[in-house]
């Protein structure tokens, strides 16, 4: 039961461009989202986060869109850079779960072409 | 401030044996999670631990177990090992709801 879903194992982006990466989930319980980022031989490194009661969050170069009607969210990189060439993992969470468990998708390698 | 350091970094084990992935999580957090992650998967959560006492548990055998220690430093046990248990096992550290600092991972081969 895949609750987190990344449909696109793999993406690539020419650099100086939008890369979109993008996330279904089926759980409306979930009411938190972030997304990792993985370089190979180290753990996964924290990106940018969104609520559920907002659309919408910036940080720089990352912004992440949030659908509650369609349990879709995706983030954007603008403008790609080589250095974002990673694994990128979409997890969500329930804040009202009495635990910090994450549930993740199973990740979209991204790779810059520069 | 030192991050989330797990060893060893790399294991190979036999059928049915066991081992002991060790995990020191990050100053100042007390809440350790552990997770597997299988070759194409994203990471699975295993377990957590809160001030040493088990906080939850993903769908994993009871062949999977754990400890938390006074240090909030924490230990991954798996008895009986199967070839599937074949994966990165990734360790983070928490402090209430601020979010993950994961640990590189020890990457366990069993044949």
């Known amino acids: 039961d895949q609750q987190v879903k990344q449909n696109s194992p793999s993406l690539s982006v020419q650099e100086g461009r939008i890369s979109i990466l993008n996330c279904d989930y089926t759980?409306?319980?979930?009411?938190?989202f972030l997304w990792y980022k993985k370089y190979p031989a180290e753990g996964p490194t924290f990106l940018i986060s969104i609520s559920s009661i907002k659309d919408k969050n910036e940080d720089g170069r990352f912004t992440v869109f949030l659908n509650k009607s369609a349990k879709h969210l995706s983030l954007h990189i603008v403008p790609s850079q080589p250095g974002d060439s990673a694994v990128y993992f979409c997890a969500a969470g329930r804040s009202g779960a009495g635990n910090e468990k994450l549930t993740f998708g199973t990740g979209t390698r991204l790779t810059i072409i520069p | 401030e030192t991050g989330v350091t797990q060893s060893p970094t790399h294991l190979i084990k036999t059928r049915g044996q066991q081992v002991t992935l060790r995990c020191s999580s990050q100053s100042g957090h007390n809440t350790v999670s552990w997770y597997q992650q299988a070759l194409g998967q994203g990471p699975q959560f295993i377990f957590q631990?809160?001030?040493?006492?088990?906080?939850g548990r993903g769908n994993f055998p009871p062949r999977f177990s754990g400890l938390q220690f006074p240090n909030y430093s924490s230990e991954l046990n798996v008895n009986a090992l199967e070839l599937d248990d074949s994966a990165l096992y990734l360790c983070a550290s928490s402090l209430g709801s601020n979010g993950y600092t994961f640990g590189s991972g020890t990457r366990l081969t069993v044949v």
């Open positions: 759980n409306s319980m979930f009411d938190y």
């Open positions: 631990y809160y001030r040493e006492e088990e906080n």
